[in-house]
């Protein structure tokens, strides 16, 4: 079992950043990939970003160069600092373990981009 815990989320301007936190715990040694995904009102959730646990990250091409994924394995954590953000990023954002047959998520934390 996998647990997974997001914060970070808020209320931001747009041009503004937020760090956004997954803290892991349980049998995170089978964990292969890390992501984090969104889901606006009405639209289906999407990819945001992914890191494997060897370090290999991927973004969609609306964050690609304004959010960047890491992780922190001495705190089992993986962060996404999102930069330059924009009303279109406003969404639950959720994190997501990949342990090979099966995924676990959080329970998502809110981010709203407005002025």
């Known amino acids: 079992q996998v647990q997974l815990v997001e914060s970070g989320g808020g209320l931001v301007q747009p041009g503004g950043s937020l760090r956004l936190s997954c803290a892991a715990s349980?049998?995170?040694?089978?964990?292969?990939?890390t992501g984090w995904y969104r889901q606006a009102p009405g639209r289906e959730r999407e990819l945001v970003a992914t890191?494997?646990?060897?370090?290999?990250?991927n973004y969609a091409d609306s964050v690609k160069g304004r959010f960047t994924i890491s992780n922190d394995n001495a705190k089992n954590t993986v962060y996404l600092q999102m930069n330059s953000l924009k009303p279109e990023d406003t969404a639950v954002y959720y994190c997501?373990?990949?342990?090979?047959?099966?995924?676990?998520w959080g329970q998502g934390t809110q981010v709203t981009v407005w002025s």
């Open positions: 890191i494997t646990s060897g370090g290999t990250t």
């Open positions: 997501r373990a990949d342990v090979g047959w099966r995924d676990y």
């Open positions: 349980g049998t995170i040694f089978s964990i292969r990939t």
